[in-house]
């Protein structure tokens, strides 16, 4: 069975950090890209960061570049989402996804055509 299991959320201070896990199963992220996308309360789901199969390339979106690292191990069959100097605008329901698509599109329709359930990460004091 396909399935995409997101870990790691919480509730952290401002300026703390958290590490996202996206453990697959039922297929290798060996042949997949991967994506990480958060939907706050009232927004939209957004793309914030995704990692192609190799782990070769690597796209953030703007408002994350410099804080966040995404990083795969395939032997684990998990990607990662490091989450450094977070802010209160991060908190979101963060998402996993699987992408058909070899490229790295940071995009609704960049291909995914699986999800996770996501996981809540609260940034608050």
């Known amino acids: 069975q396909l399935q995409l299991v997101e870990s790691g959320g919480g509730l952290v201070q401002p300026g703390g950090s958290l590490r996202l896990s996206c453990a697959a199963s039922?297929?290798?992220?060996?042949?997949?890209?991967i994506g990480w996308f958060r939907q706050a309360t009232g927004k939209e789901r957004e793309g914030v960061s995704c990692?192609?199969?190799?782990?070769?390339?690597?796209k953030y979106a703007d408002s994350v570049k410099g804080r966040f690292t995404i990083s795969k191990d395939n032997a684990k069959n998990t990607v990662y989402l490091q989450m450094n100097s977070l802010k209160p605008e991060d908190t979101a329901v963060y998402y996993c996804?699987?992408?058909?698509?070899?490229?790295?599109?940071?995009?609704?329709?960049?291909?995914?055509?699986?999800w996770g359930q996501g996981t809540q990460v609260t940034v608050s004091s």
């Open positions: 990692i192609t199969s190799s782990g070769a390339s690597t």
């Open positions: 996804a699987r992408s058909v698509l070899k490229l790295c599109v940071l995009s609704l329709s960049g291909g995914y055509d699986y």
């Open positions: 039922g297929f290798t992220l060996d042949y997949y890209t």
